[in-house]
């Protein structure tokens, strides 16, 4: 087994549980019964510590995932940057918030069981937030430019079958990285590091295949933010991008989405231009 496949299997299975999953009691019981423990939607947040953000583009990742914190929805955050170098893809946290008790089963139940039932289900949206918040600083927290790899492929491989699991009827998936691979398999920059190599889509495809990089996710929609960013980009507003550059890299990462089963909706480079939905 060539070591970029082994490296790859390796990731696949070790997705770290480095905090909290379940994180919120549901608030049914023996007296409150659900309907169904089918979730409408679960988000996926894979933020890539080796990608700087600035407070911009930060702002916009949590203004992106405060709208499925709500009722009979779910959401994972997770981390993840180079295997090779002791970074695991770890998930921070994850939890499910109830669905709305029927309200032709209210009177059939009795009013202090309703009582803690409502109480409860009111505080679940905060409680969601709060996990959120501090899921999201632990991992900017922990990002830094002197990781000298980035695993990108074979992290979203890994991720991507956390997704596939998922029985949420709806699968969203957010990915915060600059989208660079920079491993034994091949590498998306140039200059040294200091700026963004213009990739052949088709010559890079063929190395995936033979390593064997493509996930499976389930059909979920998927969005990028930060896609190509540097880490110069967060002192300045000068940067410039090579459209065509872009463009290759924008065109790998939709080939690459829909060989692995995703729907690749916006490549955020670095920004979304539209709310994901």
Same mark, same amino acid.
């Given at each position: 087994?060539?070591?970029?496949?082994?490296?790859?299997?390796? @990731?696949?299975?070790?997705?770290?549980?480095?905090?909290?999953?379940?994180?919120?009691?549901?608030?049914?019981?023996?007296?409150?019964?659900?309907? !169904?423990?089918?979730?409408?939607?679960?988000?996926?947040?894979?933020?890539?510590?080796?990608?700087?953000?600035?407070?911009?583009?930060?702002?916009?990742?949590?203004?992106?995932?405060?709208?499925? =914190?709500?009722? %009979?929805?779910?959401?994972?955050?997770?981390?993840? !940057?180079?295997?090779?170098?002791?970074?695991?893809?770890?998930?921070?946290?994850?939890?499910? =918030?109830?669905?709305?008790?029927?309200?032709?089963?209210?009177?059939?139940?009795?009013?202090?069981?309703?009582?803690?039932?409502?109480?409860?289900?009111?505080? &679940?949206?905060?409680?969601?937030?709060?996990?959120?918040? %501090?899921?999201?600083?632990?991992?900017?927290?922990?990002?830094?430019?002197?990781?000298?790899?980035?695993?990108?492929?074979?992290?979203?491989?890994?991720?991507?079958?956390?997704?596939? %699991?998922?029985?949420?009827? %709806?699968?969203?998936? @957010?990915?915060?990285?600059? *989208?660079?691979?920079?491993?034994?398999?091949?590498?998306?920059?140039?200059?040294?590091?200091? !700026?963004?190599?213009?990739?052949?889509?088709?010559?890079?495809?063929?190395?995936?295949?033979?390593?064997? =990089?493509?996930?499976?996710?389930?059909?979920?929609?998927?969005?990028?933010?930060?896609?190509?960013? =540097?880490?110069?980009?967060?002192?300045?507003?000068?940067?410039?991008?090579?459209?065509?550059? *872009? &463009?290759?890299?924008?065109?790998?990462?939709?080939?690459?989405?829909?060989?692995?089963?995703?729907?690749?909706?916006?490549?955020?480079?670095?920004?979304?231009?539209?709310?994901?939905?």
């Amino acid at each position: 087994m060539k070591a970029s496949v082994f490296v790859a299997a390796m @990731l696949l299975s070790s997705i770290a549980l480095a905090g909290q999953t379940d994180a919120i009691h549901t608030c049914y019981d023996k007296m409150v019964q659900p309907e !169904s423990g089918v979730l409408d939607t679960e988000i996926f947040v894979a933020i890539d510590q080796t990608t700087l953000l600035d407070q911009r583009l930060k702002q916009l990742v949590a203004d992106n995932i405060k709208p499925f =914190l709500l009722p %009979n929805m779910g959401f994972v955050i997770l981390t993840f !940057s180079a295997y090779t170098q002791g970074h695991y893809t770890d998930v921070l946290t994850s939890a499910k =918030l109830d669905a709305p008790l029927d309200a032709s089963k209210r009177n059939d139940i009795p009013k202090l069981a309703l009582a803690k039932f409502d109480q409860c289900f009111s505080h &679940q949206p905060q409680q969601a937030a709060q996990l959120v918040g %501090n899921a999201l600083r632990s991992a900017y927290d922990g990002t830094s430019s002197e990781i000298a790899k980035s695993d990108v492929l074979a992290s979203i491989k890994s991720i991507s079958s956390l997704v596939q %699991n998922s029985k949420a009827h %709806n699968k969203i998936v @957010l990915i915060v990285s600059d *989208m660079l691979e920079n491993s034994s398999i091949s590498s998306f920059y140039g200059g040294g590091g200091l !700026s963004v190599r213009r990739i052949d889509p088709e010559k890079e495809m063929k190395l995936v295949e033979e390593n064997q =990089l493509f996930g499976d996710f389930g059909g979920a929609r998927l969005y990028v933010i930060g896609a190509g960013i =540097l880490p110069e980009d967060i002192k300045s507003t000068k940067s410039y991008r090579d459209p065509k550059t *872009m &463009q290759a890299l924008t065109a790998f990462w939709k080939t690459y989405m829909d060989k692995s089963k995703a729907q690749l909706i916006e490549f955020g480079q670095p920004a979304l231009l539209s709310p994901i939905h």
